[in-house]
């Protein structure tokens, strides 16, 4: 039996009782005598016998699986969603099963087949920034898989949502950098076909608009990872049009420029502010700290859950999706210039 997942026809055997009888004496039957009950028992947990998972929810037509779909584990903000969701998953008796889509539109849809081939419960999904068609989404909701998206969402969709409210983070983040003097503030933002990069530009712009700054299309880019923030700042700079900030719409991505201006010389925040989008832990270990917008991944990762629990808990009929919009916090850092200089250095939380 070493080296495979004992079964309830192991015990059995070594007991030398039917395997129906095995497991009625794990379900705890009135029809089996305690002392076969209490024999039945120790040599399982001698053996380290588990439930078939699978088997189980087969038998029951019903899954204790939970499906995660993201675009990158390793990336900060969706290990931390990642962990909220297990967390949360784990207290209601649910396993969870993630796959990685490494923003690969291909991949994605790989994964939601072998979800739906696997039963699960129901899925999680935060889009690849690749995916344009969704039919492999609507495919799972006509499968009767309950669907909740976190971060990255399908507004096609009409299913449970939960999002930052990226717009107003963004504002915020411009509005603090228009405060401190930038004028000349280039915007580092996603692909507008997703709402996040829609709404965080949205919300860049909304902030010159405010502040009487005109709007220069010559500012704004389709700039989203670390390597291409490092490209475009170096030719910014070498232009002899540097900005006096960058608001970026990921931290990787305000890195990326971080490293770039200070290589060429130049000091941040005195020659150019820098804020990014995301709060991960390696914002914290930037020479200076990176100032950025907070997410609050793992409680969005247990609202994900929380949505669909009570999904499978209601019959169709009794169902009406909802919109869950968490608020962002301003973390103020030391790539940004403070509006009092009697707290330089020191981290402000708006």
């Known amino acids: 039996m070493k080296g495979r997942q ?14 129906s ?11 089996i005598s305690n002392a076969t009950k209490r024999a039945v028992n120790d040599l399982a947990r001698q053996l380290k016998y588990k439930p078939n998972e699978i088997a189980l929810s087969l038998r029951h037509s019903k899954s204790n699986i939970i499906g995660v779909i993201v675009p990158e584990v390793v990336h900060y903000f969706f290990s931390s969603v990642i962990s909220g969701i297990d967390d949360l998953a784990y207290a209601n008796d649910y396993n969870v099963m993630v796959a990685q889509t490494n923003e690969d539109f291909e991949r994605e849809v790989h994964s939601t087949l072998g979800m739906l081939s696997s039963r699960v419960a129901g899925i999680l999904v935060s889009v690849s920034k690749n995916t344009k068609n969704f039919d492999h989404l609507n495919n799972l909701e006509q499968n ?13 969709i009409e299913t449970d949502k939960v999002v930052v409210d990226d717009f107003d983070g963004a504002y915020r983040a411009v509005e603090h950098l228009i405060k401190t003097g930038c004028r000349r503030i280039v915007h580092f933002g996603a692909g507008q076909h997703m709402l996040i990069g829609k709404n965080r530009q949205n919300g860049y712009l909304h902030a010159l608009y405010k502040y009487g700054i005109p709007i220069d299309d010559s500012l704004i880019f389709k700039c989203d990872d670390y ?26 991505t305000a890195i990326g420029a971080l490293s770039v201006i200070k290589s060429m010389g130049l000091k941040v925040p005195e020659d150019i502010s820098i804020i990014g989008f995301t709060n991960g832990l390696i914002s914290t270990m930037t ?22 629990l009570n999904r499978l ?36 939380l708006y």
Do not use: W
């Open 144 to 156: 009767g898989i309950p669907l909740v998206f976190f971060d990255r969402v399908c507004p096609e």
């Open 6 to 19: 004992i079964t309830i026809k192991d015990i059995a055997k070594e007991l030398g009782v039917s395997p």
């Open 313 to 348: 808990s209601k019959n169709d009929d009794d169902y009406s999706p909802e919109i869950r919009v968490l608020k962002t916090d301003l973390i103020l850092r030391g790539t940004t210039k403070t509006l009092d200089e009697d707290i330089q250095g020191k981290a402000l």
């Open 227 to 252: 390597n291409e923030a490092m490209h475009l700042t170096e030719k910014l700079i070498r232009s002899g049009k540097a900005p006096d900030a960058i608001f970026a719409v990921n931290d990787m």
């Open 21 to 31: 009888t095995v497991s009625r004496a794990l379900k705890n039957h009135p029809d």
């Open 287 to 308: 020479d200076p700290p990176l100032s950025t917008v907070e997410q609050h991944g793992y409680e969005m990762g247990q609202i994900a859950v929380r949505l669909l």
